[in-house]
């Protein structure tokens, strides 16, 4: 049973959150109409994100209204929007969250009454699951914002419920405002430190599962059929067949999702722009180093002179002519990189940066050290929006569904008013009531058209579409017991001026002003919200191309007396007339642009496959590596453990002979891949063979690639270490463990970077987190930076420029830079007075106010998770330390370069010998044993892995097959691990090292 509390203890200093809504959005434009500047925007009926971390809320039959500051003299509890629920429309909506059973949660929100005169509604809200239900927690309408508490006992399976909220009350004029939803464990801590994570999602990518009207631009769902998106994403992650040369993506993400391999790890500090970023230097033990040098012990830590970097070999490279029949390799042209070479023998290109682990990567709001991974997946590239060229190919004829009303959705084509027998000439173009009435000389009829319906543009039906079916929805305020209202379609012209006697009497239904036949008959005694249905047969005409007179709403000589409904000028938007149609478009393949929001994921997994450093031969599109691989069994050259957690289920998921087209056909919406492209889908780059135009399915496999893989990753969640554990009171942690956790959110200030149950501020849980902050420099003067990506003075800032970078068009990949520039290229709130440091921006967000800060961006890198870091070293960007006791010394010191751009925290911590080392086994404590151990979901198909070449330094044994000149690869083969895991726990990349 839940428990309303009026205060509430928790043992902790504070409960931990991990689900909240403020109903705060990035853009909030005005609405058609909207009276005294605020704004009331309707939420549809289907999943709808308010802010780019919000999680996606999905609402019942009816439609809320997401409110702003001043709607009926009302201000949200805090920001600017809420929510209302009405009464009269049975208003509900629920949300997604994962809980664990066992556990104690508390749900915390703010309502109160739309006015003081409307006391008789309230709300409900609940938590179900399978076998799990926790009654309702049921509120009354109050004055003012009233904060409540229910405390309950989680017993269902641990992962996924829903926590659903619901109007009650009985007055049809009666809302309730609802704001600042949280749902907060039990578990004690401080959500400024590292905190357990499990029960906590990733952010959801609104478009992939839910059917959401409000984008017309695409179909959605994209994603039919989870389960198998899943398996094609596993399969594809670790598929050799992806690269030009057996490089998969798992080729440099293997090891507790990064890389271990110790030969031909070094890059020559490339986006370094002196000389020395494209020669090798020394190592710190005094070896030559460079390629296929096979690291050490004493070459760690790195000289913080040395731009050098440690990080991961990839493709040998050079210019694709075609794929291979029955081979993972390519027929490339292949060419000795004048860098990557041993006496001019070639070696695998290694690129400029370390490889971060992709476990829990899914809770990062960008992606790469640089984080121009856009949170905005396009379908092709990792660039979000700022790829305008970007786009996938939808097969647009299937059935979709459209509401047009006036005021919402930016729609504003309603047009209607009434004739009135008794007043000949009077026009009624702004009357909020429309009326009906059989009498004589007090005849009235109702004229109402949507215009703008059919065309090409956002929300609108394409000409020639098959009109489905169609209804007229409207609010009645006056009835008329047992007596009846038709509905006729329109055969003349006329405006919203016409009066009765502009239109010879009124309407007559003679088959010359109106058509005799009545599309609908609806009772005049139904008040509230009636629907004239049946209308399919006009939609059509006007789809087809006759002209659109709308409709006659009329009665018979003794029927309904003053029948009156609502206008498209009616104060509330609601209750204006809104026709709901469904059509199936003309079948045509389109290129429309893709804009998933929380896909990161995707924009990074589609960046490897198309570099010439990681994984392809130049000129290779993305949309060959898809007819290289659409018709071959999933991972046809590689081995599969029977108990594979995911991939098991190829046998039930494929059939006989399945291919990866047979899963991105289960996987996906028909709609991406079901249509016949002709040539418009794009051809192979000069010289490609064949040259043949690509099909559909080839042209959009970059998006499959991408989604399918997110997908994947999203199950890579690390929450089950002894760290986890010991904060649900499952593990007592030893003295050194107590003491290091003491040290970490203290005096080592770890938590200024690595906080919250990711332990990286990189990512954004709660819908009010910034993605841009402000800070206090050490020079008392307040800068802007990037939310999670700082700089800490490893290497002198032009080593390389990382977050202050540029993207291939041209722009700034720095959030902050585009806010204080006023130039945005990338969709993100900003909410100044939420700045730790504001400098003034709170009370003036002008462009001009913004221009006088400066945004500390350059030398700035993604904060990484600690989460299992024990096993993901080489750390830092560069790969510069190989232990986590260089790591705290490097902090203990105050890092290696007094950066201009430094965090002002990185200094010198004054550590004691044993301080460091209880700092480190505090950071041990982040292990997850699935992971060391590959138990499922990390467990994997066989891998093999290029490790250095057959030689060393000074020496490379050339006559690889790809081609004489380049060296001969030694390879590591790592066998396929079942869902039990291995029997031993992976090595720390130290071990490795000699």
């Known amino acids: 049973m839940a428990i309303v509390l009026s205060t509430c203890y928790f043992p902790a200093t504070q409960a931990v959150v991990f689900f909240s809504d403020d109903f705060e959005r990035t853009t909030l434009e005005q609405s058609a109409g909207s009276p005294n500047g605020f704004i009331q925007d309707q939420m549809p009926n289907s999943a709808y994100q308010y802010f780019p971390k919000t999680r996606v809320w999905t609402a019942g039959d009816n439609n809320l209204e997401l409110l702003t500051n001043g709607a009926s003299g009302v201000n949200a509890h805090s920001g600017r929007h809420f929510v209302e629920l009405d009464t009269w429309a049975n208003s509900s909506m629920s949300t997604k969250v994962k809980l664990v059973n066992g556990q104690h949660y508390r749900l915390r929100f703010h309502s109160r009454s739309r006015s003081l005169f409307q006391l008789g509604g309230g709300l409900r809200a609940a938590v179900t699951a399978p076998n799990f239900n926790s009654g309702y927690f049921s509120v009354v309408g109050t004055s003012n914002w009233t904060e409540w508490q229910f405390l309950f006992l989680y017993s269902g399976p641990t ?37 357990a994570l499990t029960g906590i999602l990733p952010p959801a990518t609104p478009g992939l599962f839910g059917n959401e009207k409000t984008r017309t631009d695409i179909v959605t769902p994209i994603v039919v059929d989870k389960s198998a998106a899943i398996a094609l994403g596993k399969a594809l992650f670790w598929e050799q067949g992806v690269g030009s040369d057996q490089m998969a993506c798992a080729s440099c993400h293997f090891h507790a999702g990064g890389d271990n391999r110790v030969k031909n790890q070094l890059s020559p500090g490339l986006t370094h722009a002196a000389a020395t970023g494209t020669t090798f230097e020394p190592t710190l033990s005094g070896a030559l180093g460079g390629p296929n040098y096979t690291l050490t012990k004493a070459d760690f830590p790195f000289d913080p002179a040395n731009d050098d970097t440690v990080t991961s070999s990839g493709t040998f490279s050079g210019q694709f002519f075609s794929t291979i029949a029955d081979s993972n390799n390519e027929d490339c042209d292949r060419d000795v990189s004048p860098i990557f070479h041993v006496n001019g023998v070639g070696t695998r290109n290694v690129e400029p940066r370390n490889s971060p682990t992709v476990i829990n990567a899914a809770y990062n709001y960008r992606n790469f050290w640089d984080g121009r991974a856009n949170n905005e997946f396009n379908g092709v590239s990792p660039f979000g929006s700022r790829d305008v060229a970007a786009g996938v190919y939808i097969n647009d004829n299937l059935t979709r569904n459209v509401d047009f009303q006036q005021g919402t959705n930016n729609f504003s084509g309603t047009v209607d008013t009434y004739l009135d027998a008794s007043f000949r000439n009077t026009a009624y173009a702004t009357a909020t009531s429309l009326l009906v009435d059989d009498g004589s000389p007090n005849q009235k009829n109702i004229l109402i058209r949507f215009d703008g319906l059919f065309g090409n543009g ?46 010879t009497s009124g309407i007559s239904t003679n088959n010359v002003e109106a058509s005799s036949t009545q599309l609908f008959r609806l009772s005049a005694g139904g008040s509230g919200n009636q629907s004239f249905d049946n209308l399919a047969s006009s939609l059509q005409a006007w789809s087809n191309g006759a002209p659109n007179y709308g409709w006659v709403i009329n009665t018979g000589s003794t029927d309904a007396d003053n029948w009156t409904m609502a206008s498209a000028q009616a104060a509330t938007t609601s209750q204006r007339p809104r026709l709901v149609v469904t059509y199936t478009p003309p079948a045509k393949i389109v290129k429309k642009p893709l804009k998933l929001n929380n896909a990161s994921l995707a924009s990074q997994a589609v960046g490897p496959v198309g570099s010439d450093f990681e994984m392809a031969c130049r000129a290779r599109k993305f949309a060959d590596v898809g007819r290289k691989l659409l018709n071959r069994k999933p991972l046809q050259f590689q081995s599969i453990a029977a108990d594979d957690s995911v991939l098991s289920a190829l046998p039930t998921l494929l059939g006989g002979n399945g291919t990866y087209s047979t899963l991105i056909q289960k996987a996906f919406a028909p709609a991406y891949w079901n249509g016949d492209c002709g040539s418009q889908c794009g051809t192979p780059s000069t010289g490609v063979a064949p040259n043949a135009a690509y099909n559909q399915m080839e042209a959009n496999f970059s998006m499959y690639f991408g989604i399918a893989l997110q997908l994947y990753q999203e199950t890579l969640v690390s929450d089950d270490s002894r760290f986890d554990k010991w904060k649900r009171s499952l593990y007592i942690p030893t003295t050194a463990e107590r003491n290091g956790e003491a040290i970490f959110n203290g005096k080592g200030e770890c938590n200024a970077c690595h906080k919250g149950p990711t332990m990286s501020n990189a990512t954004n849980l709660q819908t009010s987190d910034n993605v841009i902050e402000g800070m206090l420099m050490k020079n008392n003067q307040v800068a802007i930076y990037d939310k999670g990506f700082y700089n800490i003075g490893v290497v002198p800032t032009d080593y390389d420029i990382g977050g202050g970078g540029l993207d291939p068009f041209g722009n700034t990949l720095s959030l902050s830079r585009q806010y204080v520039q006023s130039q945005f290229v990338d969709s993100f709130g900003v909410e100044p007075c939420k700045f730790d440091q504001d400098n003034g921006l709170c009370a003036d967000n002008s462009p001009a106010r913004r221009a006088q800060n400066t945004a500390v961006v350059d030398g700035s890198f993604k904060v990484p998770t600690l989460r299992n870091v024990e096993f993901t070293g080489p750390y830092m960007h560069n790969g510069s330390l190989s232990t986590l006791e260089q790591v705290v010394s490097f902090y203990n010191q105050g890092g290696n370069f007094d950066n201009p751009q430094k965090h002002p925290d990185v200094k010198p911590l004054g550590l004691t010998p044993q301080e460091q080392a209880d700092l480190v086994a505090f950071m041990k404590t982040f292990t997850d044993p699935r992971v060391s151990y590959e138990r499922a979901p990390f467990d994997h198909p066989s891998l093999t892995i290029p490790h250095g070449h057959v030689g060393n330094e000074f020496f490379v044994t050339d006559g690889n097959q790809l081609d004489p000149a380049l060296g001969v690869d030694e390879n590591r083969t790592l066998p396929a691990v079942g869902r039990l895991g291995k029997s031993a726990p992976l090595p720390t990349f130290e071990s490795g090292l000699k």
């Open 159 to 195: 992962g996924e419920a829903t926590l659903s909220f619901e109007a009650t009350g009985t007055s049809d004029g009666i809302g309730t405002f609802l704001d600042d939803v949280s749902l907060e464990t039990t578990i004690s801590g401080d959500p400024n430190t590292p905190e």
């Open 458 to 503: 956002p929300g609108q039906i394409p000409p020639g579409s098959k009109i489905e079916s169609a209804s007229l929805k409207v609010f009645v305020t006056k009835t008329d017991g047992l007596d009846y209202v038709g509905i006729n379609q329109m055969l003349v012209p006329w405006s919203d001026t016409s009066t009765w006697n502009s239109l």
